[in-house]
């Protein structure tokens, strides 16, 4: 009988002849002495933003300020926050503006934009609720680049957002897009008294994708969901309207706004336009 023999040697040395064992120098494996320091950058590092815990704030430094609470009136009657500096970006954050003081006194804002000491420019308002003033949002005197986003303005009485300037150059300019106005009421401010849900007076604005509703006049005044007076190169689209005396109103000389697809429902008079321009889909 014959004897199988297996000749694993040469195997062996070929596997041993082309396995190569490469040692790489890591560095050493103990961890530097002192305390462990964070790497990631904290959120203030990121985006620098300045908290506003206090109703009637007033802003004269350029920078992003956001609410941490609800900010409530109690007895006072003034604004809620005034804006007076450029390069301003204040975020609701879900939080409310709220005022408890009644009709016919003062008027205060929720939030005021005001350039009448000097011109505002590139101020950004979004993401909450403002309620119970006598305007919600209030754009006035000299401005430009003015954005209002995300805003539900509630129970105002004269108007939930208003833009108006000193003069209708169209060089003051205001944008208002994805916001709420609901339940204008002008009641007890006077015996005569018009309310609007949208104000734009003297100025070039766009005014896209809203829902204005329940805007309520005093008297012989009249509600208007959206008023456009004297607002040159003016674009007012896709907003929807309802509960009102007049769903969109312009006039004003020299006005040209053009309007597209805003549907109305439950007003007296629809369109009540002078100066503007159909480009359709209006109903």
Known sequence: MKRLFLRIASPVLVVTAVSTVIWVNAGSL???GGPVAPTMKSLDQVEPRTPISAFGTTLTTPGSYYLTANLDSGAS???GILVRADIVTIDLNGFSIISTSGAGGTSPAGIRIDGSLSPISNVTVCNGRITGFDRGVRV????SNIIVDNIHAAGCRRAG???NTI???GGQNITIRRCVVDGIDATGEGTNVSADGIALISCTAVVDTCVVRNVVSAGTGTGSCINAV???NTFIINNFLSQGSIGLKVSGGGTLVYYRDNLTAGCTTP????GGVDRGGNF
């Open 30 to 32: 103990t961890p530097p």
């Open 77 to 79: 009657t003034n604004d």
């Open 140 to 143: 006035q005197n000299s401005f």
């Open 161 to 163: 957002i208003e833009a």
């Open 167 to 169: 003069s209708g150059t």
């Open 230 to 232: 004297t607002c040159p």
């Open 271 to 274: 369109f009540n336009i002078s």
